[in-house]
């Protein structure tokens, strides 16, 4: 879980899984290295394998309106329906980089498992070489 909201990798939980840790840093928002330095993991496992984390971002999203809504009735007595869509819609777009780089952890992280020995066997695979990890748009 604490891999998830940091934005680490999932298999080793050591390197970021993003290329800026700012989400709204928005140049960089889709870009996300080749393979993760630490294990090797490739992070983007096929042509369109994030399409799923909109699934995961859109669940995100519904539960944070319907929380906002249900602390409005709660806090703010006669609240109008108005008022709501502004706050909440408003809000929920100010949030939108965050819940993106979100989802595609936890979509990534529920394909890939933690291994402990992902670090050494990456190591021994490229006998110690530095390989090239580009950012790319993914």
């Known amino acids: 879980m604490k891999s998830v909201l940091l934005g680490k990798c999932p298999q080793c939980k050591e390197s970021e899984i993003f290329c800026s840790k700012n989400p709204?840093?928005?140049?960089s928002l889709f870009l996300m290295p080749e393979h993760c330095g630490n294990c090797g993991l490739k992070f983007n496992k096929e042509p369109g394998f994030f399409y799923g984390a909109m699934y995961v971002g859109y669940g995100i999203s519904v539960g944070y309106l319907i929380t906002f809504y249900l602390a409005m009735m709660l806090?703010?007595?006669?609240?109008?329906v108005e008022t709501y869509f502004m706050f909440?819609?408003?809000?929920?777009?100010?949030?939108?980089?965050?819940?993106?780089?979100?989802s595609r952890s936890i979509w990534i992280s529920l394909f890939v498992k933690y291994d402990s020995e992902a670090e050494s066997k990456w190591k021994e695979k490229t006998k110690g070489l530095k390989i090239d990890n580009p950012c790319i748009e993914v």
């Not at 709204?24 to 140049?27: A, E, L, T």
């Not at 806090?75 to 109008?80: A, I, N, Q, S, Y």
């Open 24 to 27: 709204y840093h928005f140049k």
């Open 75 to 80: 806090l703010v007595p006669g609240f109008e």
């Open 88 to 102: 909440g819609i408003g809000s929920l777009f100010l949030l939108t980089p965050v819940i993106f780089k979100l």
